[in-house]
């Protein structure tokens, strides 16, 4: 009861439509959003607030309710229940509003091939009504921005998938937007073309962009996020900053030991004692724990004879695998 | 550079439909000379076959039988030509709201490039129907400057059958447009090409005095929609004054064009507002 207080008091901090965000408040609040497509329910009474200027992620596996989410933040999507405010506007009532000052990034490129990169960032600035001459500007800078100065004149057909990838972050970016909205923006690029992805989100960062982000690369998340909620089967199952979220859910390292094919399963029962969780998997074991020099160690004083062990930090990965579950999502 | 918070907002008070619009306008630009030229080449070839092959056969046996007044009393050729531009423009209008709407609703996606901007599934119809009317009233103003070089524009009048080419393609372009967005792939588009178009094409009138036709099919032909564009149209061109009929065929027009836009709107916004 008194948590819903609290969140009605930070809700009514915002002005009605057409307000002024406050400056430094929440640029995305929602309270029990839902999304059902028939009987489906595809997001389930989530609740989460974006902060101005921070990069927020949205982690989990395939079906998990991200884009649906991501859907109707960007007022593409009607809510199918709950509340949900955006840059300080009520996200049913004032859509038009909302998408004039919102850059997004869909999964899937929606660039006409046909046309020129320079002609597929002015075209969509005048889909924004901005004057031009100031379209022409933007869209000269915005090429810089996005490494593609060279390919200015070039049909998108013939661009590579990370140059359509930046092309379409640069065209979320024509209107100015104060919170820009990307759905798993490096899907099936390169590692260059991912690195100089991030470096471009790191920098709309540091110019006071919010920026809301979608990944199942952990690293990613690692990377990018101040803040993440990882999602599953429609709802939030844990939210925080990356390295929070390895405090609660995770341990400090983890030993990898490799047994063999056949052992591995074996030899997990003598290894409970050694680590805080035992996870057997087909081609290893793995000893979460604090110390994990100390567990192998441990596992060779018990006689146990690994073929191959490895010792590491926990990673967002292990979150999410133990949030969400080793087996695939179809 | 700055892409932090907004400097200048944009102004979202414009006429909607206009943003859509210059978009469609801008893409026309890579392909127009090859339609201002198709739009030219098509109603001569027609002109001349007609005119030089079928006209003088059905001229010469009209008069031998003292029957030229079947047709209005003018020739085949101007007989034909008002109806051939309306039937054109229903062509026009149908064509331009299939392929290129189930390209911007699921190849290419431009239209879900559009409605992540502040443009609304309204202004995006009524953007593509005003884009669908630039075409067909360009497409048919040089259609009928062909007929008026032919001499096939009998009346002043005349003038007027181009606002009734645009009525009867934009009357056509909003049911086929709804129609598009409620379809999945494009299996069914040459099927309402074949069985929708090509029928009124050939027995709406455009071709023969629908007297021509046994009583039930004359029925059935009153009430197809081409049938009233091109009547309306040919007595324009041919110069009688518009009569309660012609508000009639008018109306008929309006009334689907209505229709369809609110059709067009509804389905629009099923398939792109999930």
């Known amino acids: 009861m008194q948590r819903a ?16 965000p406050a400056r430094g408040g929440e640029v995305v609040v929602a309270r029990g959003l839902t999304k059902s497509f028939g009987d489906f329910v595809a997001v389930d009474h989530v609740d989460f607030l974006v902060r101005r200027g921070e990069v927020f992620g949205f982690l989990g596996p395939n079906g998990a309710g991200k884009t649906s989410t991501m859907r109707m933040v960007s ?88 140059m359509k990838r930046r092309l379409t972050i640069a065209r979320a970016l024509i209107s100015e937007p104060e919170l820009v909205i990307l759905d798993e923006p490096t899907t099936g690029l390169d590692p260059q073309a991912r690195h100089l992805l991030w470096d471009r989100l790191y920098r709309l960062k540091q110019e006071g962009v919010s920026l809301i982000i979608t990944t199942h690369y952990m690293d990613e998340a690692e990377q990018l996020c101040d803040r993440l909620v990882v999602m599953d089967k429609g709802k939030i199952v844990a939210s925080g900053s990356p390295r929070q979220l390895i405090e609660a859910h995770s341990t400090r390292e983890v030993a990898e030991l490799r047994f063999g094919v056949d052992e591995n399963a074996a030899v997990a029962s003598k290894l409970t004692e050694l680590a805080e969780r035992v996870e057997v998997l087909p081609d290893r074991v793995l000893l979460y724990t604090e110390d994990g020099d100390e567990a192998v160690q441990a596992a060779h004083c018990l006689g146990l004879r690994p073929e191959a062990s490895l010792v590491r930090r926990s990673s967002l990965e292990d979150v999410f695998l133990r949030l969400t579950g080793r087996s695939l999502v179809e | 550079m700055t892409l932090g918070p907004v400097g200048a907002r944009p102004a979202i008070f414009r006429p909607g439909w206009l943003r859509p619009y210059r978009y469609f306008a801008f893409r026309y630009k890579r392909t127009w000379r090859g339609t201002v030229t198709s739009s030219i080449l098509y109603p001569v070839l027609y002109l001349v076959a007609m005119g030089l092959g079928l006209g003088h056969l059905v001229n010469e046996h009209l008069q031998a039988a003292h029957q030229t007044g079947r047709l209005g009393g003018v020739g085949y050729v101007q007989f034909l030509a008002p109806g051939l531009l309306v039937a054109s423009a229903m062509q026009w209008g149908t064509n331009e709201s299939m392929y290129p709407v189930m390209g911007g609703l699921k190849w290419l996606k431009t239209y879900h490039a559009l409605l992540a901007t502040p443009v609304e599934v309204r202004d995006l119809v009524h953007g593509h129907l005003a884009w669908v009317a630039t075409r067909v009233g360009g497409a048919s103003a040089l259609f009928l400057t062909v007929l008026a070089i032919f001499g096939d524009v009998v009346s002043p009048l005349g003038v007027l059958a181009l606002l009734v080419a645009v009525l009867t393609g934009l009357a056509f372009a909003a049911p086929v447009t709804a129609f598009t967005a409620t379809q999945e792939n494009d299996a069914a588009l040459p099927v309402l090409y074949r069985l929708g178009t090509v029928p009124l094409f050939l027995f709406s009138g455009t071709f023969f005095p629908i007297s021509q036709l046994p009583g039930w099919l004359q029925v059935v032909a009153r009430a197809t929609p081409l049938y009233h564009g091109v009547t309306l149209a040919r007595s324009l061109v041919l110069g009688r004054v518009p009569v309660v009929d012609d508000l009639g065929h008018a109306a008929y027009l309006f009334v689907m064009l209505g ?13 792109l507002i999930v």
């Open chain 1, 5 to 20: 207080g609290a969140r009605q008091e930070e809700l009514s901090r915002h002005p009605g439509p057409a307000g002024e």
């Open chain 2, 259 to 271: 229709v369809g836009l609110v059709l067009a709107r509804r389905s629009f916004s099923r398939r």
């Open chain 1, 75 to 162: 007022c593409l999507s009607p809510v199918s229940g709950g509340e949900l405010s955006v840059l300080g506007m009520d996200s049913g009532a004032s859509g038009p509003a909302i998408r004039a000052r919102l850059g997004l990034v869909p999964q899937e490129d929606t660039l006409d091939l046909e046309l020129s990169v320079r002609d597929n960032l002015y075209l969509y600035g005048r889909y924004f009504d901005i004057p031009r001459r100031e379209v022409r500007d933007r869209v000269e800078r915005l090429l810089e921005f996005a490494h593609l100065v060279e390919k200015a004149e070039e049909e998108v057909d013939t661009l590579s998938g990370g």
